[in-house]
C-alpha cells in the first residue's frame, strides 16, 4: 500500500512538472504595444483572437510581448501570410518576425534589444541581432549595433499563403532556429541569453497559432 502511495505521488509529481514545462501561450500571456502609444495596451483591442488563431491587420504596428520572460526555452508556433482580399495592402514584400530573449530591463519600443526570427518573404529564417546584442556565427562575431542580419544558411518556406512551422531553441548562449523541420540558422555565445517574446506586426498581415514554450535542461 505504501509503495502505491509512493508511486501514485512521484507520477502526479512528474505530471505537474510537465505541465510546468511546458506552456501553451494565449491572450492573458501577452500586452500589446503600438508604435503610436507609449502604453501598454490590451491585447484584443489592438489584434484579433478568433479560430485558435492570433491574426494581425490594420494600421498598429507594433506587437505582442509576454509579460513573462523565459530562460533556456524551446519556442514552436506556426505562421502564414495572410491572403484574404479585404487585408491586402500592396505587393511590397511581406515582413514580420518573432523576437525572444529581450530583456525584462529593455524598454518597449519599435523595436526593442533583443534577437529576431526574421520572417519575411524569400528571406524567412535569418537572425537580426537588435540593439547591440552580439553573438557568433560559422566561428565569426557579429559586430554590435542596431540591427544586424545574419543571413540564413538554408531555406525551407512554403508557397505564400501557407501555414510554416517555428522551432527555435535558446539554451546558454546557443540559439538553433528550424523552419519547417529544417535547420536554417545557428549562433553561439549570444550576449542577451533570456528575456521575452514578441510577435511583430510590420504591416504585413499575418496570422500565428499553436504558440507554445517549454523549458529545456539541455542543448
Given amino acids: 500500500m505504501f509503495k502505491n502511495i509512493i508511486v501514485a505521488v512521484a507520477f502526479l509529481f512528474i505530471l505537474n ?59 514552436s508556433l506556426d505562421f502564414r501570410w495572410n491572403i484574404e482580399e479585404k487585408f491586402h495592402k500592396d505587393n511590397n514584400k511581406k515582413n514580420s518576425g518573432v523576437m525572444y530573449n529581450i530583456p525584462v530591463d529593455s524598454p518597449d519600443n519599435i523595436w526593442p534589444k533583443g534577437i529576431q526570427f526574421q520572417i ?50 535558446s539554451f546558454n548562449g546557443k540559439i538553433t532556429q528550424y523552419l519547417n523541420g529544417k535547420l536554417v540558422n545557428e549562433c553561439v ?4 541569453i533570456e528575456g521575452k517574446i514578441s510577435l511583430n506586426y510590420e504591416g504585413s498581415p499575418i496570422d500565428f497559432r499553436n504558440i507554445h514554450v517549454k523549458n529545456i535542461s539541455k542543448e
Avoid at 555565445?189 to 542577451?192: G, I, L
Fill in 17 to 75: 512538472s510537465c505541465s510546468v514545462q511546458q506552456k501553451n501561450l494565449s491572450r492573458d500571456d501577452w500586452y500589446a504595444f503600438i508604435k503610436t502609444s507609449t502604453e501598454r495596451i490590451e491585447p484584443s483591442k489592438v489584434y484579433e483572437f478568433t479560430d485558435g488563431m492570433i491574426r494581425m491587420h490594420s494600421d498598429n504596428i507594433g506587437y505582442l510581448m509576454t509579460k513573462k520572460s523565459y530562460n533556456n526555452f524551446e519556442l
Fill in 120 to 169: 519575411k518573404e524569400n528571406t524567412t529564417g535569418d537572425f537580426i541581432f537588435l540593439d547591440k546584442v552580439t553573438a557568433k556565427v560559422n566561428g565569426k562575431l557579429i559586430e554590435a549595433g542596431a540591427s544586424v542580419t545574419s543571413p540564413k544558411f538554408s531555406e525551407n518556406e512554403k508557397p505564400y499563403g501557407e501555414w510554416n512551422t517555428i522551432l527555435i531553441k
Fill in 189 to 192: 555565445e549570444a550576449t542577451s
